[in-house]
């Protein structure tokens, strides 16, 4: 054996020997961790696009379990809740006390599209609120071939399944009115006492929102209908004049203090 290879082998042999007693540790480099942003996509994808690739904005409010889900907009010719929605976001954040134990999910344009244009029907010339699976939907160039066909809908029905709401309330014009579906009288009556709206039961309307979340799947849905031209309404008379049912929705079962 030359004595180059009887030097590597000795070396080998040592290292072997050092590193089975302990002596020998190899040197902790430090690890470079790139941290990747989260993917947008997963297996609880939510599209929050619009037809026309509006972005559909929704926020968050509070981590409690107890949910309510507001939005506006779904008739895009119906606009007054949009600036309602946005002046109830901005009441909760000044008062935090009311998400203890409670979570607010705000989408206050649920059809942008049809309010870019001013319609009552998306992009497409859907009708939203008759685009969702309940039992009594209809298929039609109006409502949709199929239930869902729409993003702006799937959008509505994602968020629905991702936070499971305990009530809804979705914003309407000009019917003047707190209608309701599924097991929410109760609920129309608490809000009815903080504004002038009558409670009056439309009627479940094939394939919305209603009759998918109140009758469907069971979730207390209020559509409240404001009176006709609310759309003009300065926002802090808005506010004023149905701010507190929203609060008083969002508190349920508990009274405004
Ligand atoms: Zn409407």
């Not at 302990?22 to 297996?43: A, H, M, Q, T």
């Not at 939203?128 to 702006?152: D, V, Y």
């Not at 404001?226 to 926002?235: D, E, I, Q, V, Y």
Request: glycine letters at 6%.
């Amino acid at each position: 054996m030359s004595r180059k290879w009887s030097l590597i082998l000795t070396t080998c042999a040592l290292f072997i020997v050092l590193s089975l007693t302990g002596c020998y540790k190899p040197v902790d480099y430090p690890v470079i961790v790139r941290v990747l942003p989260l993917p947008k996509s997963g297996p609880e994808t939510i599209a929050d696009r619009s037809i026309e690739n509006r972005p559909m904005v929704h926020t968050v409010q509070g981590q409690g379990s107890d949910v309510t889900f507001i939005l506006a907009a779904i008739h895009g010719n119906e606009k007054a809740g949009i600036q309602l929605v946005h002046q109830l976001d901005k009441y909760l954040q000044q008062h935090p006390k009311l998400l203890e134990k409670r979570k607010v999910v705000l989408l206050p344009v649920a059809n942008p599209d049809g309010v870019a244009r001013n319609s009552r029907y998306n992009a497409r010339g859907i009708d939203l609120n008759r685009n969702f699976p309940a039992s009594n939907r209809i298929n039609s160039n109006r409502f949709g071939r199929t239930a869902l066909s729409e993003p702006e809908s799937r959008f509505i029905f994602q968020l629905i399944r991702q936070y499971t709401p305990d009530r809804i309330v979705s914003i309407h014009e000009p019917l003047a009115c707190i209608d309701y579906d599924g097991p929410s009288r109760a609920l129309a009556n608490r809000m009815a006492r903080y504004c002038k709206l009558p409670i009056k039961k439309i009627g479940a309307k094939p394939g919305s929102l209603g009759s998918h979340a109140g009758v469907t799947l069971g979730i207390p849905i209020i559509t409240l209908e404001l009176p006709k031209g609310a759309h003009r309404f300065r926002s802090e008379y808005l506010w004023r004049q149905y701010g507190p049912a929203l609060i008083a929705a969002i508190v349920y079962p508990y009274r405004i203090k």
